[in-house]
C-alpha cells in the first residue's frame, strides 16, 4: 500500500527519522515534527480535536528516545490517562 492510499488526517513525526518521515508524507497531509511523546500526543490531539482517534503507529524504531517498545508504548499510555477530557 502507499502511503497515499492510507490517507491519514495529519501525521506526527517523532525521533531520529522524523525528517524521513516528513518527507514521505509531504504534500499528503498536514505533518509536525515533536520534541517528546508528550509534545506528538498533544499535537495528535489538536489534529484530532474531536473529529476523531489518535492511533501511535510507530514507523520505525524509537531507541533514540526509549529502550523497547513497552517503554515507548508505557509512555503513551502515561500521557493519554494524564490528559483532561
Known amino acids: 500500500m ?3 492510499a492510507a490517507r ?4 506526527v513525526a517523532i525521533g ?3 525528517d524521513e518521515i516528513v518527507a514521505a508524507f509531504a504534500g499528503q497531509c ?4 515533536a520534541d517528546s511523546m508528550e509534545s506528538a500526543v498533544v499535537a495528535a490531539g489538536r ?3 474531536g473529529r476523531g482517534s489518535v492511533l501511535l503507529s510507530p514507523a520505525c524504531s524509537s531507541f533514540d528516545w526509549y529502550d523497547s517498545y513497552v ?6 499510555q ?3 490517562a494524564s ?3
Open 8 to 11: 491519514p488526517r495529519a501525521v
Open 16 to 18: 531520529e527519522s522524523a
Open 47 to 49: 489534529f484530532a480535536s
Open 71 to 76: 517503554e515507548r508504548g508505557l509512555d503513551f
Open 30 to 33: 498536514p505533518v509536525e515534527v
Open 83 to 85: 490528559l483532561d477530557g
Open 2 to 4: 502507499s502511503l497515499a
Open 78 to 80: 502515561r500521557i493519554v
